[in-house]
């Protein structure tokens, strides 16, 4: 089935230390979206990438970037994490034409949960 | 600022009643109000949309409702099923020329009992 991949499940990582959650995704779908949720809160959404375009939301901290080498992979890097960056990390595709009207459907995975010690 | 609410963290039905699931916006210029579902461990999937022009969208059991002069919306679900316990998002969309924002409320946990 196609799908949308989210490696490792569970990451841990200290203090300071920078890390990297993966997204891989069968869809073949053009635009590819991280979003940040935080216990009890909305997905909030981090960037996207339109096919190789890199868009930053205006209030994502510069401690957070994302590269997406090909239309399947995208990476999203956290340089320097605190003790506020622990989330569930959420990948999201979808496919955008450059016109009409309708609801493009995301595709989520199931998420990366982040704890920082 | 919070666009999209959902005032009610958690709910509880019997099966084969009426769950309604409540939702209030503060932008007047979000296209589209979806409701995406989720089940622990995996992540949200899409559920139901209605177009900010409709004022009511049905799916099999689902019916979303929509009030723009309130800037409210609910999520109707009948009968209600075991299977629909889950934790259900609202989410409001604006189009962009690339892509697709969607700002998501924080969520109503449902739990429907046999």
């Known amino acids: 089935d196609a799908m949308v991949i989210q490696n490792p499940r569970y990451q841990v990582t200290q203090f300071g230390k920078p890390v990297t959650l993966s997204c891989s995704q069968t869809?073949?779908?053009?635009?590819m979206y991280w979003y940040q949720q935080k216990s009890s809160q909305a997905p909030k959404l981090l960037f996207h990438?339109?096919?190789?375009?890199?868009?930053n939301e205006a209030d994502t901290p510069d401690n957070f970037q994302s590269r997406r080498p090909n239309t399947s992979f995208c990476f999203l890097d956290i340089r320097s994490p605190g003790l506020g960056d622990a989330a569930m990390y959420l990948c999201?595709?979808?496919?955008?034409?450059?016109?009409?009207?309708?609801?493009?459907?995301?595709?989520f995975g199931p998420g990366t949960r982040l704890t920082v010690t | 600022d919070q666009q999209v609410k959902q005032n009610s963290p958690s709910l509880s039905v019997q099966e084969g009643r009426i769950s309604i699931l409540n939702c209030d916006y503060t932008?007047?210029?979000?296209?589209?109000f979806l409701w995406y579902k989720k089940y622990p461990a995996e992540g949200p999937t899409f559920l139901i949309s209605i177009s900010s022009i409709k004022d009511k969208n049905e799916d099999g059991r689902f019916t979303v409702f929509l009030n723009k002069s309130a800037k409210h919306l609910s999520l109707h679900i009948v009968p209600s099923q075991p299977g629909d316990s889950a934790v259900y998002f609202c989410?409001?969309?604006?189009?962009?020329?690339?892509?697709?924002?969607?700002?998501f409320g924080p969520g109503t946990s449902l739990s429907v009992i046999p």
């Open positions: 989410a409001a969309l604006r189009k962009k020329t690339s892509y697709d924002k969607v700002i």
């Open positions: 999201a595709t979808s496919r955008v034409p450059a016109w009409g009207p309708r609801v493009n459907e995301q595709y």
């Open positions: 932008n007047s210029m979000f296209d589209y």
């Open positions: 869809l073949n779908h053009n635009v």
């Open positions: 990438y339109y096919d190789k375009d890199f868009n």
